[in-house]
Structures are given as C-alpha cells and as structure tokens.
C-alpha cells in the first residue's frame, strides 16, 4: 500500500510538471532585428493566428533559413542565434509557437508541430523565396521539432536540416530530468510512460530525413539535454549525416558562446547542401 501510494503521490507531482515540461512562453520584447524585416501573420493547421518575422538576405539570397527556436521566452529572445545569417546571404524565417510572443493560443506538443509545419507552408508560398533552397535550423525543442517535422514529412525544397542540442524523444528526455529527483529516480521509465506519449519524437523517424544532409551539434557537457540524446540521433540517422560535438560546451552554446568557429561551420554545411543539391 505505501509503494502504491507513493506512486500516486509522484504522479500526482510529476502529472502537473509534464506539459510545463517543455514548454516556458513569455511575451517579452529581447531583442529587434537591425536589419530591415516584414513582421508577418499566418496560420497554423487548426487556424491559430502565428506570428513570425522574414529578414531577407544582404543582396542575392543563396538560399532561406527557417529558424525554429527554443522552449523558453519568444523569437526576440533567441533571434540573435540567426541574425548573422542575412550577412552570409540568406534569408531568415524566425516565427513564434502558438503560445509564445504575439501567438495566439496556450502551447502544447501536436499544436507546435503544426505550427511548424505552417511555418514551412508559410515560406514556401512566399513569392520572393525559392522554394526549392529551403534549410532548416533548429534549436533544443525547435531541434526535436525540425527532426520529427522533417521525418514524418516529405519537403522536397528542404535541402540540409541542421538542429542543435535536440533530444531524442519526450519519454527519454524525462526521464532524464526525473533522474534529478532523488526521491523519484527509481521510478523514471513507468513514470515517463505513464504520464507522456512519444508522438512526434525525433528518435523513431530522424532516419526518414535521409537523403537530405542532416547535421547535430551538441555540446558534450550539456546539463540540459544531455550529449547521449544527439549520439542516439546520430546512430539512429542515416547518411548523409554529421555530429559536430561542442567540447566542453553546454546547452545551445555553440552559436552563442563559440560563435565564429561553429557559424562557419553551420554556413559551409548550408552551402554544401544546396551546390549537391544542384
């Protein structure tokens, strides 16, 4: 009777946790681009308005980036991940989650993976792109999002996803954060399959991004998601595909913390893909 009651006791706890989990909107204002933009609205698949900026390239664009960014705060605060990109000569899709900045309704996980799907639409009925040089970059849960849109769907203009410290699935990356509850950490795997799902995890589908260039970067002393969650990607994937480890790097820090060597890469491995893909 105690082993059962302390179960409920951890699901009731944990229960609460699971949707706030992964996702932490705010509708604060970080940062503006400085660059000329078009602050654009377009809708998601079950019509929920979203919000999104296009920052064309500085002179011929060679190709268009879409951004999809991280569980916590709104685009502003993640912009400056991508705003060196127009200067490199690419266009630059960010757009905020139903929930997050100025999108309208409350998040949760099947309706951010149809605003990401909407937000490759999006750009694809956009005139002045073309949509046959599409790339995808993602970051954290917008890496987990990039991984499983791109492996459930068939993009042919997607020509390269990269995404930076994604995890492999919803039940794995809780049990990770249930391993930093000591009273909790026997019980993860029933827990994380009693109180979450799997849908649209990258794990079981990334091998289906294949034959589309596929890169993972992560810094091996993530305390966020961990280094394993982009190992396991990595075995998972198929060719063509790299792993760029980030030694001694935490969470997201290769843009922002060892900028120029890590941008140079992300740029080469966006060019590369689109001159194969010629």
Not at 220 to 231: G, T
Request: aromatic content about 12%; proline content about 6%.
């Amino acid at each position: 009777m105690m082993k059962l009651l302390l179960v409920l006791m951890a699901a009731a706890l944990t229960s609460g946790c699971a949707g706030r989990l992964f996702y932490y909107p705010d509708h604060n204002v970080y940062q503006m681009p400085k660059d000329p933009h078009e602050e654009v609205t377009f809708v998601s698949g079950d019509g929920t308005k979203l919000s999104g900026w296009f920052v064309p390239a500085m002179g011929q664009a060679i190709g268009t980036v879409i951004h999809f960014h991280g569980n916590a705060q709104n685009m502003t605060a993640h912009y400056s991940y991508v705003d060196w990109l127009p200067v490199e000569g690419f266009n630059v899709f960010v757009f905020d989650y139903r929930g997050y900045g100025k999108s309208g309704g409350p998040p949760d996980r099947q309706g951010v993976y149809e605003d990401c799907l909407a937000a490759i639409q999006y750009v694809c009925r956009r005139k002045d792109v073309d949509r046959d040089k599409l790339l995808i970059f993602g970051q954290s849960l917008g890496g987990a999002n990039a991984l499983a849109v791109m492996g459930e769907n068939r993009f042919p203009g997607v020509k390269a996803v990269a995404a930076d410290s994604p995890f492999y699935s919803y039940r794995s990356v809780a049990r990770d954060k249930i391993d930093d509850m000591p009273v909790l950490w026997l019980l993860k795997w029933p827990l994380s399959f009693l109180l979450l799902g799997n849908s649209h995890s990258p794990g079981p589908v990334v091998a289906n991004i294949s034959p589309t260039p596929l890169l993972l970067i992560h810094g091996n002393a993530d305390q966020v998601i961990p280094y394993h969650h982009s190992q396991w990607l990595f075995q998972e994937a198929k060719e063509p595909k790299t792993l760029l480890t980030v030694k001694g790097g935490g969470h997201t820090t290769a843009i922002s913390r060892y900028g120029l060597l890590y941008r140079r890469q992300l740029v080469d491995f966006f060019k590369r893909a689109l001159e194969a893909a010629k």
